[in-house]
Nanobody
Framework: QVQLVESGGGLVQAGGSLRLSCAAS????????MGWFRQGPGKEREFVAS????????DYADSVKGRFTISRDNAKNTVYLQMNNLKPEDTAVYYC??????????????????WGQGIQVSVSS
């Protein structure tokens, strides 16, 4: 059973930074696009960022572009989300996810078959 486990969340003031990590165990996602999604209070889950399997092409939601950076270390089966200049509207539960198919590029939630349990990120004003 493949598991994705997020870490690094917490409470930070506006303008601060956090780095989320997502460790995969029980399998390898080196050939899969990895993504981060988030669900804010009273909102639907939304796409945040993804990184394709070769690790050099990334995709970001407009709301985080220029502030967040996604990266991956395939040797460690780990994906990261560096979040800078955080805003109160970034407050959400953040989820790590793996595309269910190899060699596919997508930002659609339905394409991601494996999900972490989610981790809370709270940004105070």
């Amino acid at each position: 059973q493949v598991q994705l486990v997020e870490s690094g969340g917490g409470l930070v003031q506006a303008g601060g930074s956090l780095r989320l990590s997502c460790a995969a165990s029980g399998g390898s996602f080196n050939k899969n696009t990895m993504g981060w999604f988030r669900q804010g209070p009273g909102k639907e889950r939304e796409f945040v960022a993804s990184i394709f399997w070769w690790g050099r092409t990334t995709d970001y939601a407009d709301s985080v572009k220029g502030r967040f950076t996604i990266s991956r270390d395939n040797a460690k089966n780990t994906v990261y989300l560096q979040m800078n200049n955080l805003k109160p509207e970034d407050t959400a539960v953040y989820y790590c996810a793996a595309d269910s198919r190899e060699y596919r590029r997508s930002r659609q939630e339905e394409a991601f078959g494996s999900w972490g349990q989610g981790i809370q990120v709270s940004v105070s004003s």
